[in-house]
């Protein structure tokens, strides 16, 4: 398949390109500025230049590709308006693509969170928030599942709060920056809240399972690591980053402080049944370990 994939260089998307490319696929791939179009390219990837405000761009790179991997999203979390701004942008640039591909049977898979389910891990079928700090995140992949009866094979792939590569990546990947920043290896309350997680690697060969197989309409949890307590991440960060391990204030986290002091646990026993993924790559606890001072 030739695959346009949006979100090309960030953490997942880097891992995705190299995964699609290396299972046969080729790649057109979005790029916003000098540096990303040189990093794509070198991956081995065809380059569209424009970003994810550019809706023409991304109706142009949907209709001269046989599906769709959308993954971009905005870098600036340090304030709610600005989160709030990030996620009108992805909502405007998924109908785009999802109206482009009405009624041609193509895949588009899109980028969503593990929801959260009070006192269990959260499974496949459970509905994604629609409320909360990133409830338009979960409209916006709504609106996309939607056009499953209208001829688009739109899938989610459900990511956990944390996402790395060698340490790095997701929320454990702003806990760090927090430590670094205020010299203490903080979590919000007593730490024992968890977080589910997965290596890059091992969700690039979900979202590339999608692409190829995954019905319209269905939802799938890319969680490698079922739940890992909050304070034993802080506990790994501070031992590599020589820093104390301490409770901290939720705002800490700026926006997602709330998120942070969620306990999140989730499955993907249904994932691995129905589509044969197995993640094998290092889990969270063992990646931080790369961190270095």
Same mark, same amino acid.
């Given at each position: ?5 949006? +979100?090309?260089? /960030?953490?997942? %998307?880097?891992? *995705?390109? $190299?995964? #699609? ?5 080729? &790649?057109? =791939? ?101 409320? +909360?700090?990133? /409830?338009?995140? %979960?409209?916006? *992949?709504? $609106?996309? #599942? ?5 001829? &688009?094979? =739109? ?101 997602? +402080? ?36």
């Amino acid at each position: 398949m030739h695959v346009f994939v949006t +979100g090309g260089t /960030g953490t997942i %998307g880097s891992a *995705v390109v $190299a995964e #699609l490319l290396g299972h046969g696929h080729t &790649v057109l =791939a979005l790029a916003r500025s000098d540096g990303s179009e040189r990093a794509l390219r070198e991956a081995g990837a065809e380059v569209l230049r424009g970003g994810l405000a550019d809706l023409d761009v991304l109706r142009d790179g949907a209709a001269r590709t046989d599906g769709v991997i959308s993954l971009a999203f905005g870098h600036d979390f340090s304030s709610p308006d600005a989160l709030t701004a990030a996620m009108a942008e992805e909502a405007a640039a998924l109908a785009a693509l999802g109206e482009t591909l009405i009624g041609t049977g193509r895949p588009v898979v899109t980028v969503s969170g593990t929801p959260w389910v009070p006192g269990r891990a959260s499974t496949e079928v459970d509905p994604t928030p629609t409320d +909360g700090p990133v /409830g338009q995140r %979960g409209r916006s *992949v709504g $609106a996309l #599942l939607a056009l499953a009866s209208r001829g &688009v094979r =739109a899938v989610a792939v459900r990511m956990p709060r944390t996402v790395h590569n060698r340490g790095d990546g997701g929320f454990a990947g702003l806990l760090t920056a927090a430590a670094r920043r205020t010299r203490v290896a903080g979590y919000p309350g007593d730490g024992s809240q968890r977080w589910p997680a997965v290596h890059a690697l091992d969700a690039a060969a979900l979202f590339r399972i999608a692409l190829e197989s995954a019905p319209a309409g269905t939802v799938w949890h890319a969680v490698a690591d079922e739940g890992d307590a909050v304070r034993d991440i802080a506990a790994v960060v501070g031992r590599r980053l020589g820093l104390p391990v301490e409770p901290v204030p939720a705002d800490t986290f700026g926006p997602f +402080g709330p998120i942070f002091a969620m306990d999140q646990p989730a499955s993907s026993a249904h994932t691995r049944e129905a589509l044969g993924w197995r993640p094998v790559h290092p889990g969270l606890l063992a990646d931080l370990e790369n961190l270095r001072p």
